[in-house]
């Protein structure tokens, strides 16, 4: 099985550029996972007659979002965090509603639940880095392990942030900015030590992946970037997975898209 996960900056624009349909036919996805779709699904003109689509848009119009699409149809199906969740860690600030933006899937099958996330940007002024550290990424590490009490979890999207210095070409320069401050790369920590594999990391130790390019100066092409997006995956099927890549080559977005197969 292959899932692949993408930021696509605009599923609009991605499928106006012409450059969906031949992602899809690169990678050959049995499970895709985007982020960022800043469209409601009746907005969206992509057309898969192999898969079928569950979408999850912000209220406010071409802001945020997730989607999934899938080839298998699910056990089940949830959409954003659920209401004692919510109350459990207060998800709202002065920006709005987090559940009403769109940012998470859940989707059950026989052996496994599929988790789609779009983490929440602290912003350049870290205007939203105390909401995300004390109250989103908090709850959504709650969320997966009661997920992980019934199947194995795989929780795969964009995480706005870069992990360690390895995550990202200019790290003594970008110390405590928006997607490397001590407390992001702390929750990441977290999750590692609550017994989710970085499944990339697992297989490719080292510096110069990266996931997210800056569209100023040339970054892509210098390859001057940020790894932001992951699949984790837990402990108990992590021996399971046996490939995870990143795929620079595959354009259309400031993101690239990630991969894993998995035995399942």
């Avoid at 987090?98 to 912003?123: D, M, Q």
């Avoid at 970037?225 to 402990?235: E, H, N, Q, T």
Wanted: hydrophobic share 35%.
């Amino acid at each position: 099985m292959r899932i692949v996960s993408w930021n696509v900056n605009g599923i609009r624009s991605v499928h106006n550029k012409g450059l969906f349909e031949p992602m899809i036919a690169a990678l050959k996805p049995d499970i895709l996972c985007l982020q960022e779709t800043k469209a409601h699904e009746q907005q969206s003109e992509v057309d898969l007659p192999d898969y079928t689509e569950y979408w999850n848009s912000a209220e406010k119009k071409g802001y945020s979002g997730t989607a999934i699409f899938a080839k298998k149809k699910p056990l089940s199906i949830d959409l954003n965090f659920p209401e004692k969740l919510v109350k459990q860690y207060e998800l709202q600030d002065g920006y709005g509603d987090l559940n009403a933006e769109g940012r998470l899937i859940a989707l059950e099958f026989e052996h496994f639940y599929i988790v789609n996330v779009y983490t929440p940007n602290s912003k350049g002024d870290l205007s939203r880095l105390s909401m995300r550290y004390k109250h989103w990424d908090p709850a959504f590490l709650t969320y997966c392990k009661e997920l992980e009490t019934r199947k194995p979890v795989i929780f795969c999207g964009d995480l706005n942030v870069a992990h360690t210095e390895d995550d990202l070409a200019n790290p003594k320069e970008n110390e405590g900015e928006h997607g490397f401050t001590k407390e992001e790369r702390e929750d990441v920590d977290k999750i590692i030590k609550a017994g989710f594999f970085d499944t990339f990391r697992k297989l490719n130790p080292g510096k110069g992946f990266y996931t997210w390019w800056s569209p100023w100066r040339g970054a892509r092409d210098r390859n001057i970037g940020w790894r932001l997006d992951y699949i984790f995956v837990s402990k108990q099927i992590v021996s399971r997975v046996t490939s995870a890549k990143i795929h620079p080559e595959i354009f259309g977005s400031d993101h690239c898209p990630i991969s894993i197969d998995i035995d399942l």
